[in-house]
């Protein structure tokens, strides 16, 4: 019988160190990372488009349904016609929006063979989107002050510049479409544009889950996903108009219209143009629930994301907001990559800081010479706006006459549920799809989209690019076994994701594990790392193995790793507050789960690569839901993992309903869960 010996956690402060609680936010310093070598932007262009793709929910992309667009109740003016239009980005599911087409002496504009551009036009957070009327909020002297400062030319304009760029758009010779986020105009049927933790939408049980809640989290399921599939959707309806140029799509917004502009750039290689305005920056983020989602600003920020269009043509605008230091701070690295691109006359961007947050004339402006040039109009420069007839609710309203809804229209409570089971069983399709084929030897959607997935959100290269060490604290023999006490410590490659920075040696961001190590006299050469909810107190069982027992973050006095972070800072608003989103965390820092995995795939390469040990074999263990941290560690450690002891059991991530729960991974259970993280496990494994 082997003797049974219990390893005892290390509390000492000189040796627990590392993580602290302190969460990066979307308020921290974001800059831009640029690649050493240009040859290798491709390949960071590829990194960008897919964490964006995997925290919108999108990755692999779902079907495709029929738009069942319908297009109607048309208003026609001097140089352009609006009409009312919508379609289903998923069954049942809505975009509602305003097409402007050019008519009369601006249909002879932009032509080349016989084909013109399109452009998307995202609203942002300008109250009631298409239907803003400044009249209305700040009254005819507020029109009229934003004349006189020169931020506008015209009172229509002035009233809803949200519309003036899509008339002036027309005018040029272009399509525009200006359709709406999410609670915004005729965007009903999601009657809040933001989403916090709601109860009654809390199930485990399909058609019963709404955003925000664990199985929304789980499922990657969020405002900005949906958001972000109507933009993509919205293209493909774009390409259904007869007369679009497949090779002049542009799109162009502000605020958070300016973070819808970047994020369909970025990842729809059809858009051949971009101009998002008051948002790319190295500063605040984006407040809104639309504008956040789990993973997307881990080892990226807004500058990456934006840059992702390069070298197409780019351009952006500051105000004296969040971008106010976007010359000095951002512009600078987009010149450089302009010019290694061997394309700098194709970025430029715009300083208007003597105006607040806005898309004024003055920034329209600058939008309007950049789609003549880049897109080729032919129009003599400057481009300059012209008056219009105002266009209210009663023009634009796609449900100005309630019967032209269609059937089956539903909205509330039922419909966000009901939109979440459509969504989350074409994810289980797509899975169910790749299990079948690894199933029958065939790994190749495993080793595509499923590895995407997990690797984008167990970032094996914050570790694998590291250099773990053992700092030893005390040492202890016991007949044929020696008893080292210490700490594994290893620094990140992308400083900062979800703890505090600690300064050694220059190095940016340390990882401090407590760490017992039982090493017998007799060592065959086998590593076995325990895990379990012990932690070091883990009862374990040795002979001639090296065991390594570990207090993960979480576990014997370590600050837990998810927190309870709040768009705001504050502890004290209400439970069920937008501002509660748990995008405010995931989108910025590593789960308690990835940070488990990533600290024991550290311990793996320690042991392969200490200069005392001649290592064997190296094994993980653990059971239930430290089986699944073992098969991530396994991911990470990159066939370093001989071997991956334990079963997941009872364990499923589908039964976690806590959004703070140590076990939560936001898209777990979109790539197959324990099941998927084991399979994609197996290609780890070194031959």
Known sequence: MRPTLVCISILLASVVGGRGDEAITLHDYHPFR????????????????????????????????????????????????????????????????????????????????????????????????????????????????????????????????????????????????????????????????????????????????????????????????????????????????????????????????????MVVAAIDERIDASFPCVMPSTAMQGGCTCENTHYLRIDQGNMDIAAALAPKPLGMTAADDWTIELETKGYPDFVSLYERLKAPKNFEAHFNIHFKHNYNHVSREQMYQFVNRHFQLGLESPVLEQDFEYLGKDDLSVWANPTDKPEGYVGGDDHERALNQVWAEDANRAWNKAKKKADSGDMSAI??????????????????????????????????????????????????????????????TIVSIPTTIYYPANWNGEVVIQLGEQGSNELIEWSDKAVICLDLVGQNGREPGNSDTTYSGKADIPENSWQRSPVYY??????????????????????????????????????????????????????????????????????????????????????????????????????
Request: glycine letters at 12%; one cysteine or more; a negative charge.
């Open 447 to 508: 080793s595509d989209w499923v590895a995407d997935g997990w690797t984008t959100i167990l970032r094996p290269h914050a570790v694998r690019e590291s250099e773990p060490t053992f700092e030893l604290v005390e040492k202890e023999k016991d007949g044929e076994m020696i008893t080292m006490k210490g700490r594994i410590e290893f620094a990140l490659a992308e400083p900062g994701p979800g703890y505090k920075s600690v300064e050694r040696a220059g190095v940016a």
């Open 34 to 261: 640029a690649v050493p070598d240009i040859s290798a932007w491709d390949s960071r262009k590829a990194d960008i488009r897919t964490r964006v793709l995997v925290g919108s929910g999108l990755l692999p992309l779902p079907e495709k349904t029929p738009l069942n667009a319908r297009r109607f109740g048309a208003v026609e003016r001097d140089g352009f016609r609006v009409e009312r239009v919508y379609f289903e980005s998923f069954p049942g599911h809505y975009v509602t929006g305003s097409l402007f087409l050019p008519t009369g002496e601006s249909e002879k504009i932009g032509l080349i063979d016989g084909k013109r551009p399109a452009i998307l036009c995202p609203h942002g957070h300008w109250k009631d989107g298409r239907f803003y009327d400044a009249l209305g909020l700040s009254g005819e002297r507020g029109v009229r002050e934003q004349i006189s400062i020169g931020a506008e030319r015209f009172e229509t304009a002035a009233r809803n510049p949200v519309i003036a760029r899509c008339v002036q758009l027309a005018r040029m010779g272009c399509i525009a479409f200006s359709y709406d986020m999410l609670g915004n105009a005729d965007s009903i049927q999601l009657v809040d544009h933001r989403r916090g933790p709601r109860e009654s939408m809390n199930s485990s049980e399909f058609g019963k889950w709404g955003f925000v809640s664990p199985q929304a989290t789980l499922y990657l399921q969020t405002n900005f996903g949906l958001q972000t599939w109507n933009s993509v959707r919205a293209l493909d309806f774009l390409l259904t108009l007869e007369g679009v140029d497949p090779d002049r799509l542009g799109v162009t917004g502000a605020s958070g219209g300016g973070t819808q502009t």
């Open 586 to 687: 995931y989108g910025y820092n590593d789960s308690t789960f990835v940070r488990r995995a990533q600290e024991v795939a550290a311990a793996v390469f320690m042991a392969e690569r200490h200069p005392d040990w001649d290592v064997k074999n190296i094994v993980v263990r653990g059971e239930g839901g430290f089986a699944a941290i073992a098969h991530a560690s396994q991911i990470i450690a990159g066939g370093s993992v001989d071997e991956v002891e334990g079963q997941a059991g009872d364990f499923t991530f589908s039964a976690v309903n806590d959004l703070w729960d140590d076990f939560m991974v936001p898209g777990a259970l979109k790539y197959g869960g324990a099941e998927g993280l084991e399979l994609l496990a197996k290609l780890a494994v070194k031959e």
